[in-house]
């Protein structure tokens, strides 16, 4: 039996969840609205057994290939992650993507790096709060959403923040997106669109359907011309912090 729905506002659309048990709840506890009218209601989305019997033949599949063993079949950790899917698939028709990444604000202006998991997104973050202090912001530290609008792309936080939890219920505009790779030396350099799009296109969530992946791309592209995009080879090193915030400030489009 389902749970009493409750409401959230993700990505400055309020959507109305309802949850298969009660712990749904307390993780979007920082995304939480008031009840809304019904008519200021943008979506509604349900976590169903089914919906969780296809997350965990999902999850089944992907282990049996060797592939994300950090997954697990147990319903408390796939009801977060069946209401980012769906939420997802809501949210892609209002121009947001949900791209795996670690984005951080620092002095009110975004900032985003990808990669694949385990190369090093979050430490690299932490490198930045420790060279600006307060003046950086986490937004999120796995999995930010962007909006894509016709006056730029902004970034905002999301209940899907990685092992460290960190993230902020806010948005701010989206300034560079870094692609990121371990180097013994610390070097950026801006790259064109058509050289991130491949990597872009494997960190984003994407729908199932072709209908749904050409938005996607739709989506990236007209990302990519709004953004600056670079490329970061880095060690862990706190210079690295140094130079990737110099390469993404000072090369920005007028």
């Given at each position: 039996?389902?749970?009493?729905?409750?409401?959230?506002?993700?990505?400055?659309?309020?959507?109305?969840?309802?949850?298969?048990?009660?712990?749904?709840?307390?993780?979007?506890?920082?995304?939480?609205?008031?009840?809304?009218?019904?008519?200021?209601?943008?979506?509604?989305?349900?976590?169903?057994?089914?919906?969780?019997?296809?997350?965990?033949?999902?999850?089944?599949?992907?282990?049996?290939?060797?592939?994300?063993?950090?997954?697990?079949?147990?319903?408390?950790?796939?009801?977060?992650?069946?209401?980012?899917?769906?939420?997802?698939?809501?949210?892609?028709?209002?121009?947001?993507?949900?791209?795996?990444?670690?984005?951080?604000?620092?002095?009110?202006?975004?900032?985003?790096?990808?990669?694949?998991?385990?190369?090093?997104?979050?430490?690299?973050?932490?490198?930045?709060?420790?060279?600006?202090?307060?003046?950086?912001?986490?937004?999120?530290?796995?999995?930010?959403?962007?909006?894509?609008?016709?006056?730029?792309?902004?970034?905002?936080?999301?209940?899907?923040?990685?092992?460290?939890?960190?993230?902020?219920?806010?948005?701010?505009?989206?300034?560079?997106?870094?692609?990121?790779?371990?180097?013994?030396?610390?070097?950026?350099?801006?790259i064109t669109l058509e050289e991130a799009y491949p990597w872009l296109f494997r960190q984003t969530w994407r729908p199932e359907d072709a209908a749904g992946r050409a938005q996607v791309l739709s989506l990236l592209e007209r990302l990519g011309r709004q953004v600056d995009?670079?490329?970061?080879?880095?060690?862990?090193?706190?210079?690295?912090?140094?130079?990737?915030?110099?390469?993404?400030?000072?090369?920005?489009?007028?």
């Amino acid at each position: 039996m389902s749970e009493t729905p409750f409401y959230v506002k993700l990505a400055d659309r309020t959507i109305r969840i309802t949850p298969l048990t009660p712990n749904l709840i307390h993780f979007c506890a920082d995304y939480l609205v008031a009840e809304p009218l019904e008519t200021d209601i943008d979506f509604s989305v349900a976590i169903t057994r089914e919906v969780i019997a296809a997350e965990q033949a999902r999850a089944k599949a992907l282990l049996a290939k060797g592939k994300a063993p950090w997954l697990n079949t147990s319903e408390a950790y796939l009801e977060p992650l069946a209401l980012a899917r769906q939420a997802a698939t809501v949210l892609l028709d209002c121009d947001v993507l949900l791209v795996h990444g670690s984005c951080l604000s620092l002095d009110g202006e975004g900032y985003m790096f990808v990669a694949p998991s385990g190369v090093g997104k979050s430490t690299h973050a932490a490198l930045w709060r420790e060279q600006f202090g307060e003046r950086v912001v986490m937004i999120n530290d796995d999995r930010p959403y962007l909006k894509v609008t016709d006056g730029g792309v902004f970034a905002y936080g999301a209940p899907w923040n990685g092992a460290h939890h960190l993230d902020t219920n806010t948005c701010v505009p989206l300034k560079g997106l870094c692609l990121l790779a371990q180097d013994e030396m610390n070097h950026i350099e801006p790259i064109t669109l058509e050289e991130a799009y491949p990597w872009l296109f494997r960190q984003t969530w994407r729908p199932e359907d072709a209908a749904g992946r050409a938005q996607v791309l739709s989506l990236l592209e007209r990302l990519g011309r709004q953004v600056d995009l670079y490329r970061l080879r880095c060690n862990m090193e706190p210079e690295a912090a140094l130079i990737a915030c110099e390469g993404m400030r000072g090369t920005q489009r007028e």
